[in-house]
């Protein structure tokens, strides 16, 4: 299971790499592109953390949220119910800021006792919640071309992904 999250993770961070590489293109011109990377996130973290089995871990729970959003969001973007510029915008900044906040939260806050894993997490979680915060205000301060946010933050939430899909306990397949 811990391959497939993977899987998911490379997907989202390929398709993050191509919507830095066309950043001036407007999202309607790949909201299929992304609709469909996200679906099949979301598709494939039900799978995985309906086998590792969630119920007892409230922090998996609020990633099966998250699985479900991204696999609600991908049908959206896919049936071409999102296609504005702003609302996609915002939507990417929520998903950024819930994920990096539900990193954050994960771990301890204490930053002199914290692992190097632990800080990594800490670092990509506070960068996810800041890029969020700052896709709000993107038209008032420095206006960046949207589909550059939006690659960057589909790059920091594949990451973000990968680095759940490698705290997953790994078990040997039984035959």
Do not use: W
């Not at 420095?142 to 939430?157: D, E, K, T």
Request: proline share 1%; glycine share 6%; net charge neutral.
């Amino acid at each position: 299971m811990r391959i497939v999250a993977m899987i998911s993770s490379a997907l989202m961070v390929i398709v993050g790499t191509f919507c830095v590489a066309n950043s001036t293109a407007a999202f309607t011109s790949v909201a299929f592109i992304v609709g469909i990377a996200l679906l099949i996130m979301g598709a494939l973290e039900l799978i995985v953390f309906r086998n590792v089995g969630y119920e007892d871990n409230m922090i998996t729970k609020t990633y099966v949220v998250q699985a479900v959003i991204s696999a609600f969001l991908g049908i959206m973007f896919l049936s071409g119910q999102v296609s504005e510029d702003v609302a996609v915008t915002a939507i990417f900044a929520m998903m950024l800021m819930t994920s990096g906040l539900a990193a954050d939260f994960s771990i301890n806050i204490d930053i002199r006792t914290n692992s190097l894993s632990e800080k990594r997490t800490f670092i990509l979680g506070t960068a996810m919640t800041l890029l969020g915060a700052y896709m709000f205000f993107n038209k008032s301060v420095l206006n960046m071309h949207v589909m550059l946010l939006i690659g960057v933050a589909a790059i920091l939430i594949g990451i973000d992904r990968f680095r759940i899909g490698m705290s997953l306990d790994y078990s040997k397949p039984e035959f």
